[in-house]
């Protein structure tokens, strides 16, 4: 839903293409880690959820792992931070960009938050809101959340009807239905 509403780099080679770079490609394109795990930029399978380059008259490489909650146990987000970082250091030597990583809880609205929720393992610079991401790509965070909402609906109606479809919990559901209709 994200990248599908951005420019796409189909291959990370073609990065390598915007060295010589006019005015005719100013722009945000993105890769995603299905592409950049295609590509010998991997490391071994530590890749983040994406590479946003930022091409204008400076070139920029945002490093992202995108993350829907904000609340982790602290060796993860350690481990979260060190991934990014390690990753940065690798493809910072290899492409024609200056890098940098973050982490994105896109519906945090609060960076202060997001830095409590991951233990402090990220400084505030390294941390970024979904509403930053979507103004670095382009495209409306409110669609966007307007979007998810109704995914949500479609998502919690079909895991409804999954789970009625499994005869001992339509039982259950059922016994507890006549239960409290008994105690009424």
């Known amino acids: 839903m994200l990248t599908s509403r951005c420019?796409?780099?189909?291959?990370?080679?073609?990065?390598?293409?915007?060295?010589?770079?006019?005015?005719?490609?100013?722009?945000?394109?993105v890769c995603t880690k299905r592409i950049?795990?295609?590509?010998?930029?991997?490391?071994?399978?530590?890749?983040?959820?994406?590479?946003?380059?930022?091409?204008?008259?400076?070139?920029?490489?945002?490093?992202i792992e995108l993350k829907d909650g904000d609340s982790f146990d602290t060796k993860k987000a350690w481990g979260e931070q060190e991934h990014l970082e390690r990753f940065n250091l690798h493809i910072g030597a290899k492409i024609p960009f200056v890098s940098d990583y973050?982490?994105?809880c896109f519906n945090q609205t609060n960076k202060e938050e997001i830095v409590k929720g991951?233990?402090?393992?990220?400084?505030?610079?390294?941390?970024?809101?979904?509403?930053?991401?979507?103004?670095?790509?382009?495209?409306?965070?409110?669609?966007?959340?307007?979007?998810r909402?109704?995914?949500?609906?479609?998502?919690?109606?079909?895991?409804?009807?999954?789970l009625m479809s499994i005869p001992a919990i339509k039982e259950m559901m059922e016994d507890e239905k006549n239960n409290n209709g008994d105690n009424q």
């Open 149 to 162: 909402k109704k995914d949500a609906k479609a998502n919690m109606e079909y895991f409804y009807q999954q």
């Open 102 to 104: 973050y982490v994105c």
């Open 36 to 63: 950049l795990k295609k590509s010998s930029y991997k490391l071994d399978g530590n890749e983040p959820d994406l590479l946003v380059f930022v091409v204008q008259q400076k070139r920029v490489c945002k490093i």
């Open 7 to 29: 420019l796409f780099i189909l291959s990370i080679y073609k990065v390598y293409r915007i060295e010589s770079i006019t005015y005719a490609f100013y722009g945000t394109y």
């Open 118 to 147: 991951f233990k402090n393992a990220f400084e505030i610079e390294h941390v970024m809101t979904g509403k930053e991401l979507c103004e670095i790509l382009g495209i409306s965070y409110d669609e966007i959340i307007e979007e």
